[in-house]
């Protein structure tokens, strides 16, 4: 494996029905205990110098998740580095989604009182403590 790998589209806290809604027609236990494994592979193969880097990361969107479940799902997966990133609505196929700006994401990332990263157009990657 060539690093850094990344898990992607990490979704609402665990469990909770909007799994469901969001990843269409996989079920929401099935999915969480893929995240899971996938968590487990990621955090092994970091321990073992297999990764450089491993990180979780959630795409964000007005709408889609609150704030208190942003923090929330942030938080379940402490132990892991995590980076909140910018929706851009010209790569969805759903066309009644809004972006985030800078601003939001980086007030969301300090309320998770967390080290995390988040990515913007605006500024790309920076460590929000």
Known sequence: LSPPWFLSALKPPFPNPKNARIVGAVKASTFINKIKRTIEIGREALAANILQ????RTTLFKGLLSPDE?????????????????GRTEMCAQTDLTTLTRDEIAKLAVQCRRPLRIRTLEKGDEEIA
């Open 70 to 86: 942003i923090k929330e799902m942030v938080n379940d997966f402490r132990t892991v580095p995590y980076a909140l990133q910018q």
């Open 53 to 56: 880097e491993f990180e979780l």
